[in-house]
């Protein structure tokens, strides 16, 4: 009776600990921040699993230049994955497909002041 104790004890633990992480998601933030952020996030085990980005209102081409926010839970299946910004969809796409990655999500922002689009993107190889 005591090794049944035993066990169900170890599997009540092992069940709770292997419960999938629930996702979190940042505060808006600089587009240079949101890049040194999901390396962390890479490095730790974990991937982004959304990207959303707005201007900032920020008249440049730069990284900083647009707000993101972040959504992210762990990488249970070790999928390797990056993010970035580009002004060009069709180049951007093919810029990370020379490298192996496909683009498996993306969102659009306008510029107010220029009328320039801006695309954000999730990458995994």
């Known amino acids: 009776m005591k090794r049944y104790k035993q066990f169900f004890a170890a599997l009540a633990v092992a069940f709770i600990f292997c419960q999938p992480a629930q996702a979190e998601t ?10 040194r952020f999901a390396g962390k996030l890479n490095a730790g085990g ?3 699993t959304r990207m959303e980005c707005k201007d900032s209102g920020q008249a ?15 990488n249970v299946k070790h999928i390797d994955w ?20 496909k683009m ?12 320039l689009r801006l695309y954000c993107g999730i990458f995994h190889r």
């Open 104 to 115: 498996v999500s993306q969102t659009m922002f306008v510029r107010q002041k220029s009328g």
């Open 26 to 35: 940042t505060d808006w933030m600089k587009g240079m921040d949101s890049l």
């Open 46 to 48: 974990d991937i982004v």
């Open 60 to 74: 440049s081409l730069d990284y900083d230049s647009a707000l993101v926010r972040l959504t992210y839970s762990r």
């Open 82 to 101: 990056l993010i970035s910004g580009w002004n060009n969809l069709p180049s951007f796409k093919r810029s990370f497909a020379g490298r192996g990655y």
